[in-house]
């Protein structure tokens, strides 16, 4: 069993920054992947960016350069660097984990609103 539980969200202007922290509890040395997704009111929820055990990260195209994934040394918090922020971004974050197992879990979400 993994727990996730997301931080970070809130309201911010277009171009300001935003960090998301994602804190897993359980069976940590589990977790093979994690991962932020985003979903915007009827939308389906779409991958942002991924970081593996080793260090390996994947970006959707419309955040890379502007958001960097990350996770500390004992892999037990993902973050999520948000720079440059637009309208377009505002939406549930939600934060994924995956077991070697292939087992998944997801956190409860936070909301990210940017203005105009």
């Known amino acids: 069993q993994v727990q996730l539980v997301e931080s970070g969200g809130g309201l911010v202007q277009a171009g300001e920054s935003l960090r998301l922290s994602c804190a897993a509890s359980?069976?940590?040395?589990?977790?093979?992947?994690m991962g932020w997704y985003r979903q915007a009111p009827g939308s389906q929820r779409d991958l942002v960016a991924t970081?593996?055990?080793?260090?390996?990260?994947n970006y959707a195209d419309s955040v890379r350069g502007r958001f960097t994934i990350s996770r500390d040394d004992a892999k037990t918090t993902a973050f999520l660097q948000m720079n440059s922020l637009k309208p377009e971004d505002t939406a549930v974050y939600y934060c994924?984990?995956?077991?070697?197992?292939?087992?998944?879990?997801w956190g409860q979400g936070t909301q990210v609103t940017v203005s105009s």
């Open positions: 970081i593996t055990s080793d260090g390996g990260t």
């Open positions: 994924k984990a995956v077991l070697f197992g292939l087992k998944v879990y």
């Open positions: 359980g069976s940590i040395f589990s977790i093979a992947t």
